[in-house]
């Protein structure tokens, strides 16, 4: 039997700090986590120096895993302008490595993400997280510390959960 | 005598229309326009392919005319959360694609622009209009018909008559 694998990117873009984590979903069954880790940049840099930071550390991840897909949270709001241009940047240059390396992207919003991980679209963080575990069988030393590199793994099985419900519809 | 050249790359970025120009001053007194024009995306194409479109623009654009400088408004505010994270994704790619081609980045705030072209911190834009006809002796055949373009004319000039200032206080 032909193993069917599939490699997602998942990203929870920020200035500061960018969630980045690669998936592989084995014959739409099982997952693991093959990356996990948070891109930090600093405030005292000029600002495209810390989006440049981003674009490259993202185009070695991609280069290293060669993932096929880009799951990306898409946004409507946020706290205020400054946080919504700043996220937008980081963003922008997200999508660009990705592009640039001919991955699909695909964008889903907080309410999907809590849908496909949790079945429930008001799930707190710790329910997010609990259920990234069980879903990765992820080993406590591979916990990652920050909510920014949860949640890119929560974003990433976000879309493996959402391409086997659409390859499923088509069948 | 030695003319002193230099090139500014002048952008206002936006995710549907990115104004853009090049400027280039002559020892520090007279300023040309060596190309003015927007960059635009369709609102039907998906975002990545937008972005993407915006950065291979402006990569071209520094190929063909080599400006040393980028100067692109910097934006703390905005009407809306979902302007606010587009406009920073446009700018995230435009600062990116000046980076990577080591142009040196300045940010200018709106303040900064009128006062700098207008001498008048509350200037209109048909001042700014005005202002920016006559700096770069424009033509009427040369008339941008977008805001956007005029606004990235201004901004060069902004750079360009900070960087005098900045120059001749150093001496």
């Known amino acids: 039997m032909q ?5 997602i990117l ?6 500061a700090t960018t969630g980045i984590s690669v998936i592989e979903s084995v014959n739409d069954n099982s997952y693991i986590a093959l990356y996990c880790s948070c891109i ?18 993202i185009d070695d991840i991609i280069k290293k895993y060669k993932p096929s897909y880009l799951a990306i949270e898409e946004l409507f ?5 400054k946080t919504a241009i700043d996220v937008g940047q980081a963003r922008g240059v997200s999508m660009l490595a990705a592009s640039n390396n001919d991955l699909e992207i695909y964008e889903y919003t907080p309410l999907e993400v ?15 997280k609990y259920m990234v575990k069980i879903i990765l069988n992820l080993q406590e030393d591979k916990f990652p510390k ?26």
Chains 1, 2 share one sequence.
């Open 3 to 7: 193993l069917n694998k599939i490699r």
């Open 10 to 15: 998942g990203i929870d873009p920020g200035l």
């Open 40 to 57: 930090e940049t600093k405030k005292k840099d000029m600002i495209h120096i810390r989006l440049k930071k981003i674009y490259f550390a």
């Open 77 to 81: 709001f946020s706290a205020n302008a």
């Open 114 to 128: 809590k849908q496909a991980v949790v079945g429930y679209g008001r799930a707190t963080k710790d329910q997010i």
């Open 146 to 171: 920050k909510d920014d590199a949860w949640d890119s793994m929560a974003i990433a099985i976000t879309h493996a959960s959402f391409k086997k419900f659409k390859d499923k519809t088509r069948q």
